[in-house]
């Protein structure tokens, strides 16, 4: 939800929107960054500082934490001659997500992994209910903000992603991600970049999907991109939206 814009605003009505562990209510305790208030844009006229001046105007058209996710991500090297850098949260050796509670496209989803690997975007939760619908994930916006409640970075997935089974070559099909076999059912996994192994399962990335000779229409398709920032910036404190 969203709290109005204008007219009537009452510390319960807050209350409601933000939540609190008592019915005592006083506006210090949803500073902007604090267990109750994200550094979202709409949050902006909230302090962020639990001593400063706060007042019940300071919430118009303010949000509560239901759509977002949240998390403090990492770095993890994996070493060697050829080391993998992990950036984000819930993937190996990395921070767990925080608040895993995300809609996208509508539906509410656990994710449980929001982490990057070069040019490559990782994104896994329940339910894998709706994945497999294009309006849920082609073309799908992932906005994450920072500390400051400035947007620090900007994903979007490409056209093939959410299209189901796809006519790949002459009598071949294949599934793109999100995938819904992977890590364990009822787990989904969206894998933006690459080719992987197909075997039985014709399982391909919704970058590979989405280029000329892949897509149907047979027609280079939008792929997916770092719109804003890159692997490395979710390697801090960050809210997630998706639109």
Do not use: C
């Not at 562990?21 to 500073?31: E, F, G, I, R, W």
């Not at 267990?35 to 500082?49: C, E, G, R, V």
């Not at 706060?54 to 998390?71: D, H, L, R």
């Not at 070493?79 to 950036?87: L, Q, R, S």
């Amino acid at each position: 939800m969203t709290l109005p814009s204008s007219g009537s605003l009452s510390y319960n009505t807050i209350r409601a929107e933000f939540g609190s562990p008592s019915t005592n209510v006083y506006l210090s305790l949803y500073y902007r960054g604090g267990p109750y208030t994200y550094a979202l844009p709409q949050n902006n006229n909230i302090t962020t500082s639990s001593t400063g001046t706060i007042s019940v105007s300071n919430f118009y058209g303010a949000s509560n934490k239901g759509p977002f996710m949240q998390f403090s991500g990492g770095t993890y090297n994996s070493g060697g001659k050829a080391p993998i850098v992990y950036y984000g949260a819930g993937g190996p050796s990395l921070p767990s997500v925080a608040d895993s509670s995300l809609t996208i496209g509508g539906t509410g989803y656990s994710v449980s992994k929001f982490y990057a690997i070069g040019g490559s975007m990782f994104i896994s939760g329940t339910p894998s209910a709706n994945v497999t619908s294009a309006p849920t994930w082609s073309q799908r916006n992932f906005y994450a903000y920072n500390s400051s409640g400035s947007l620090a970075f900007h994903f979007r997935t490409g056209w093939a992603a959410g299209r189901g089974q796809m006519l790949i070559g002459i009598g071949t099909t294949t599934n793109q991600t999100p995938r819904t076999n992977s890590p364990v059912a009822p787990a989904w996994m969206y894998e933006s970049n690459g080719v992987y192994p197909s075997g039985s399962l014709g399982l391909y990335t919704d970058y590979f999907l989405s280029t000329a000779g892949n897509s149907s229409p047979p027609s280079p398709q939008p792929v997916p991109s770092f719109v804003t920032g890159s692997a490395a910036t979710l390697a801090q404190y960050l809210v997630v939206k998706a639109n």
